[in-house]
């Protein structure tokens, strides 16, 4: 049994583990390390069987035992390989509880087994070393493994199950066979090489256990901790028991180590827990405003409902979204976008209570939850004082911007009865009340279906512009006094698919809020300048004049767009005008002059447009280089009827021809309004009763049938003039 059953089951294992590395690629260098261990192993078994075992006196250490002594480098770097194929990415605090339990095992053990060896060895130095590394690196081999289980979140499958008992097995075979030697014995007895045969069966027997694939719940939190932990406090046990009786010093300094590798491991979970708490900060925070971000809100909004529900508090819920924020970042740039969003948290946040949640949903959108309970009348106020706060410019590179927002107020549980559809029907309020220009608005049910209207339009509105969907219709503008058509305004219209010819205000709102509108007005300018030049061809001398936005006007480039477009369809730059409106030119006066002066040296017209509608228009004439003003359709409409509407277009008139402007009056609809606006010195007109918008074939027609008018008599609105002064 000894002597040829031992090294029949040595080269089985070893074949077993060998057959095992050729037959299946999944870990195959690491079974191919230890069955060459095993093999090594084997062969030092047989020169020792049928070699040195009859040699009188065998040296100590032998050539055996350099082949014995393989298996274990072998056997830990094939361990180490097995360990990284699920757990390469283990963080250091899981690897150093591997090293904690380890060379706590390992500490344990020698503790154990090396000072009893000592104590009753004999012979040289050499020899008792000799003798001391099997059981040593026995020890060492299951701290390895113990490690190792560590860093695999200790789960313990068939596989290093039957790696752990071969190992622990082994060592008790090493121990035995030391303390029979040690003991005056010759040889060792049966009972250490069945132990043996049993170690190496159980290597084979773990080469073949197959790969869990789905991993078991690992230990979580401070569980994980549990064992190293263990090992840890063992050490210390025997750092206190080496105060009594002296360990040996391999014990000693495994336990020092030990302790060491806990010390280290402590002060790494110190630093991942102030990491922890960072980083839970920084997932619930706004790394631009240093608000709470979107998931702490949509949490918060779970959470307040959930308790209302109880109490039957209402719950208020306002989604702020600032407006043209997207013309912006194009215009000036991403980070001047930040550095706005940067300014804007902090001065939001002085508008709300201590109470209130205050968060940025992402983008240009913030999230307000007012603590309950909170009804209409809260949200309100609180969107006031939004809108209030917003009133001052931001001074972002070197110039004084105005934002505007637009506010959608949703309650609960009025108007809904979960965080989910209060936080839809808010976002949708919000669109209606950027659709429609307020402040605030309000949910109402109806808004469910105009917002799912409008994101379709939005969707729908790039490929129109790339495509042939839109189209040019013109309105003539004719000079007051010699009846004749001068100029034409373009405007454009949408001839959509399924829902017909759409004006601009039905799709304007969604180009605005998708950052279409440069686009479109890229558009409008090109197809403009084009059928300008057609009709110029055709001799037909007319201004024409086109709307431009906001977006527009804080655009750089714009200028050179202009002119690069009046260029490439040979119209002259002082055949185009361009119409702007107070709403645009408030987004930011001085970039906006900055363009608009810009636009004047290229040799363009300026107009402005729905004049008296704003609330700034005279510093905008004392500072723009405006070239006429065209007098809201509101004003004009209500002249015959209104003494008030006579007087401010009166006063217009007036104002422009004193600052050397002309003045446009729109909105013209009867022949009575013609002769007013003609008695007032008004230069043009235009109007329904001229004509409406004409698609290009239309006005073409138009024109060529319509040749000088002769001038009527106007006496009797002179009198009326005069009679008003």
Excluded at 293 to 304: A, I, M, P, S
Excluded at 532 to 560: C, I, K, Y
Excluded at 701 to 722: C, G, M, Q, S
Aim: glycine share 6%; aromatic share 6%.
């Amino acid at each position: 049994m000894r002597t040829w059953a031992s090294s029949a089951a040595y080269v089985i294992a070893a074949a077993l583990v060998l057959a095992r590395a050729i037959v299946i690629r999944e870990s195959r260098a690491a079974w191919i390390l230890i069955a060459v261990g095993l093999a090594l192993y084997c062969v030092g078994n047989l020169l020792w069987t049928l070699w040195l075992e009859n040699v009188e006196s065998a040296p100590i250490p032998s050539l055996a035992d350099a082949f014995w002594l393989s298996l274990y480098p072998a056997s830990y770097a094939g361990v180490v390989l097995l360990a990284r194929r699920g757990g390469s990415r283990s963080p250091a605090g899981v690897w150093l509880d591997g090293i904690v339990a380890g060379l706590g095992m390992a500490a344990l053990g020698a503790a154990i087994v090396v000072r009893p060896v000592l104590e009753s060895a004999s012979g040289s130095t050499l020899a008792v070393a000799t003798n001391l590394a099997y059981p040593v690196a026995d020890l060492i081999l299951a701290g390895l493994v113990v490690g190792m289980l560590a860093v695999r979140g200790w789960r313990l499958d068939a596989r290093w199950a039957s790696l752990g008992a071969a190992f622990l097995v082994l060592c008790v075979a090493d121990i035995l066979y030391l303390l029979q030697v040690t003991s005056g014995a010759n040889e060792a007895s049966l009972l250490p090489n069945l132990i043996y045969m049993s170690a190496v069966g159980l290597l084979a027997l773990a080469a073949w256990q197959p790969v869990r694939d789905a991993a078991p719940d690992r230990l979580d939190g401070w569980s994980m901790l549990l064992v190293p932990g263990a090992f840890a406090l063992a050490a210390v046990g025997l750092m206190i028991h080496d105060h009594f009786e002296r360990l040996d010093p391999l014990g000693l300094a495994l336990a020092v180590l030990t302790i060491l590798a806990a010390l280290v491991r402590t002060a790494l979970s110190f630093r991942d827990l102030r990491t922890l708490a960072q980083t839970r900060h920084e997932a619930t925070t706004d790394e631009l405003t240093s608000l709470p971000n979107r998931r702490l809100f949509l949490r918060t909004v779970d959470e307040t409902i959930a308790k209302a529900r109880a109490t039957q508090d209402p719950v208020a819920l306002l989604i702020i979204d600032l407006d043209q924020f997207k013309e912006l970042n194009d215009a000036l740039g991403h980070h001047a976008g930040d550095e706005l969003l940067r300014q804007l948290g902090p001065r939001l946040g002085e508008t709300v209570r201590s109470t209130d949640l205050l968060a940025r949903l992402g983008g240009d959108e913030f999230g307000l939850l007012l603590a309950a309970p909170a009804g209409r009348d809260a949200a309100l106020k609180a969107a006031s004082r939004v809108r209030e706060a917003l009133r001052q410019p931001f001074e972002i590179q070197g110039l004084h911007l105005h934002v505007a927002a637009s506010i959608g107020i949703a309650l609960f549980p009025l108007d809904a009865d979960d965080a989910d559809r209060l936080v839809q029907h808010a976002d949708a309020a919000m669109y209606r009340a950027k659709a429609r220009g307020t402040a605030w608005e309000v949910y109402s049910p109806e808004f469910d279906e105009h917002s799912r209207d409008a994101l379709e339009l939005a969707s729908e509105l790039s490929d129109a512009i790339s495509g042939d969907q839109l189209e040019l219709h013109f309105q003539p503008i004719a000079d007051v006094r010699e009846r004749r058509i001068v100029g034409i305004e373009a405007l454009v219209r949408w001839n959509h698919p399924t829902r017909g010819l759409l004006p601009p205000s039905a799709f304007i709102p969604a180009a605005e809020q998708s950052g279409l509108m440069r686009n479109l007005t890229r558009w409008i300018i090109d197809s403009a300048l084009e059928c300008a030049r057609t009709w110029h061809d055709q001799g037909h001398d007319l201004r024409l004049s086109v709307n431009v936005s906001a977006p527009d006007l804080l655009d750089v480039e714009f200028p050179n767009e202009v002119a690069a477009a009046l260029a490439e369809h040979g119209v002259a730059p002082a055949s185009l005008v361009l119409e702007v409106t107070e709403t645009s030119i408030m987004s930011d006066r001085v970039r906006v002059s900055d363009v608009l002066r810009r636009l004047d040296d290229v040799g363009v017209g300026i107009s402005l447009d729905d004049f008296g509608t704003g609330y700034s228009s005279l510093l905008h004439l004392k500072t723009l280089p405006v070239s006429e003003l065209k007098i809201d359709r509101g004003f004009v409409a209500g002249m015959a009827t209104s003494a008030t509407d006579w007087e401010i277009v009166r006063a217009t008139i007036q104002l422009a021809h004193n600052l050397g402007l002309s003045a446009v009056a729109e909105g013209v609809e009867d022949e009575a309004t013609w002769q007013a606006l003609c008695a007032l010195g008004c230069e043009m007109i235009q109007g329904y009763f001229l004509a409406r918008p004409l698609p290009p074939g239309d006005l073409h027609a138009f024109l060529a049938a319509r040749p000088l008018a002769v001038e009527r008599e106007i006496e009797p609105y002179t009198n009326l003039l005069n009679s008003s002064l």
